[in-house]
């Protein structure tokens, strides 16, 4: 089942904070994050896992909560070069199916 | 850049008429996967492989075969291709599946189908 995200946009000011969640209404073994610019192909941000173990970007930070079944993407500081959308991709079953997310778009302006 | 090389990268078909997308990569990466994207859906799985010959269905398999006969080649077949098959199609690879830590998936820059 596909986890849901908000917000669906947001517009910032370079320099501002963001927050993009992501719930999903089964249990979680894995959540990733990917960030898509308009016309371009998909590109690994995060991955979390059930457990607390995280693999990712070194100014994009994410928590998982096992319990709210619940993944946000924190985007601090942000600046013109993340603006694009954003997708969580969710594993229900520790197996090969990532589930996305109906994606977030993220607008930041000078 | 990952090793991943979708082709055509841009078709325009006609409604009945078979149609099929091939995703090649030099990586040598056991996992291979088929997604759409369509405004307001995100992306949706079609199909994926976990090796030579071993495939699996997505969420949206419907109208859709693949065939992976080598590592480094995974295709996918509209058989009979339909209006509502109009989308963007990505290819991705990954070395092991999605609940292993070092698990990063690569996508290819994707193929613009249009059935008319």
């Known amino acids: 089942q596909q986890p849901v995200q908000s917000p669906q946009a947001v517009i910032l000011r370079e320099g501002e904070d963001a927050v993009i969640n992501c719930s999903s209404s089964?249990?979680?073994?894995?959540v990733h994050w990917y960030r898509q610019k308009h016309g371009e192909a998909p590109v690994f941000l995060m991955i979390?896992?059930?457990?607390?173990e995280q693999k990712g970007h070194d100014k994009i930070s994410a928590s998982f909560n096992e319990k709210k079944q619940q993944s946000s993407l924190y985007l601090t500081a942000s600046q013109l070069s993340y603006s694009g959308t954003y997708f969580c991709?969710?594993?229900?079953?520790?197996?090969?199916?990532?589930?996305f997310g109906q994606g977030t778009r993220l607008t930041i302006n000078p | 850049d990952a090793g991943i090389t979708q082709s055509p990268r841009h078709k325009v078909t006609e409604t009945g008429t078979p149609v099929t997308l091939r995703c090649h990569q030099t990586?040598?990466?056991?996992?291979m996967y088929w997604y759409r994207q369509d405004p307001g859906h995100g992306l949706r799985l079609i199909h994926y492989?976990?090796?030579?010959?071993?495939?699996d269905k997505g969420e949206v398999s419907d109208g859709y075969s693949v065939s992976r006969s080598k590592t480094e080649d995974f295709l996918l077949t509209l058989e009979s291709a339909t209006s509502s098959q109009t989308s963007v199609y990505f290819c991705?690879?990954?070395?092991?599946?999605?609940?292993?830590?070092?698990?990063?998936?690569?996508f290819g820059q994707g193929t613009r189908l249009t059935v008319v």
């Open positions: 991705a690879i990954s070395e092991s599946g999605w609940a292993v830590m070092n698990t990063e998936a690569f």
């Open positions: 089964k249990a979680l073994y894995s």
């Open positions: 979390l896992l059930k457990g607390g």
């Open positions: 991709g969710t594993d229900n079953q520790g197996a090969q199916k990532l589930v």
């Open positions: 990586e040598n990466h056991r996992y």
């Open positions: 492989s976990y090796g030579v010959k071993d495939t």
